[in-house]
């Protein structure tokens, strides 16, 4: 689970702040502000033994590098369990759809070929029997016993009939739909045992520097517990405030300069126009900026000035002619 915050580090450039245009009058289009970070805390939503940390503070990342692991002993014995049963639910099924094995089959067709031999043979005999009635030969209850028998004998034939018919067929559709729901519900559990067991491993979601380590390997981390600090790149912007009276020069997706100390003016975009007045915050109060009301906007840089950039450095911001 990724958990984000936001820190400050305005304290320090309060007095370089407060220098800035002391020898002149406010400059028309230009306004004071620093460098503001939104850091990012990457943390497990599982708990385990941190068995791996695979950056150190100050490393560069790009989104995907690996960050930490904890270990997936539990999750991985846990997965091997189910997936036992997920093949055993695959078998039932496939089983219940083949109907009887071919041995089985057999047998049924065996006693079915005996009833119908002695089918055959009890239909021969009353056969022969009624020929031989009318000279008296025979008695009507002989008849009779030899006719009832006939009749078993081919119930018995239908009856083994239908149960090799029926052996060839695979269950029926009522248990195998229940089967088929328990397989489901074990596939279930296996992918929910996988998704548990990846989340073990957490991988960098945007590119960015490490900017702290919150524990150490063997350590035991809880649940949701941040254990690297990242400031990715696109979270680094530049912070200003613009009188009011001047409020509506700036424009959302406006081009701005930025001027740091020790190196070139940048390009940024404006991101971001408060809503709300405030007054002016002490961290970019001087005697060319006490304007009473401003308001607080923000740009951002490319990632790749970004990247070179610091957290809290004091800057200068130009509108674009």
């Not at 497990?44 to 150190?56: A, D, I, K």
């Not at 239908?162 to 739909?177: E, V």
Request: with cysteine; charged share 25%; hydrophobic share 40%.
């Amino acid at each position: 689970m990724k958990m984000s915050g936001r820190f400050f580090l305005m304290l320090a450039t309060a007095a370089l702040l407060a220098g800035c245009g002391a020898s002149g009058g406010h400059k028309d289009g230009v306004y004071q502000g620093y460098l503001e970070g939104r850091f990012l805390g990457v943390a497990s939503p599982q708990e385990g033994q941190l068995l791996e940390l695979n950056v150190r503070r100050g490393d560069w990342v790009e989104a995907g590098t690996p960050l930490f692991a904890l270990d997936p002993k539990p999750e991985v014995d846990q997965l091997r369990e189910e997936e036992q049963r997920v093949a055993s639910a695959q078998a039932k099924i496939d089983d219940l759809r083949k109907g009887l094995r071919d041995t089985e089959l057999q047998a049924l067709d065996a006693q079915l070929q005996a009833d119908r031999a002695q089918l055959a043979q009890s239909k021969a005999e009353w056969e022969r029997n009624q020929k031989l009635q009318g000279g008296n030969f025979v008695s009507q209850n002989d008849l009779d016993r030899l006719r009832y028998l006939t009749d078993q004998h081919a119930a018995e034939a239908d009856r083994d009939a239908n149960q090799l018919a029926t052996g060839k067929l695979g269950a029926r559709q009522d248990q195998i739909n229940q089967a088929a729901a328990d397989l489901a519900a074990e596939e279930a559990l296996r992918d929910q045992i996988k998704w548990t067991l990846d989340e073990k491993t957490q991988t960098a979601p945007q590119a960015g520097y490490v900017q702290d380590t919150l524990y150490r390997i063997g350590e035991r981390v809880d649940q949701r517990q941040s254990v690297v600090v990242l400031l990715p790149a696109a979270e680094l912007r530049a912070r200003f405030y613009i009188p009011e009276t001047e409020i509506n020069r700036v424009k959302l997706g406006q081009e701005v300069t930025v001027k740091l100390d020790g190196r070139d003016p940048v390009r940024a975009k404006v991101s971001f126009i408060s809503t709300q007045v405030e007054f002016t915050p002490p961290v970019i109060y001087s005697d060319s900026q006490n304007f009473k009301y401003v308001f607080l906007a923000e740009a951002d840089f490319d990632p790749a000035i970004a990247k070179q950039l610091h957290v809290g450095q004091p800057a200068e911001v130009s509108l674009q002619p």
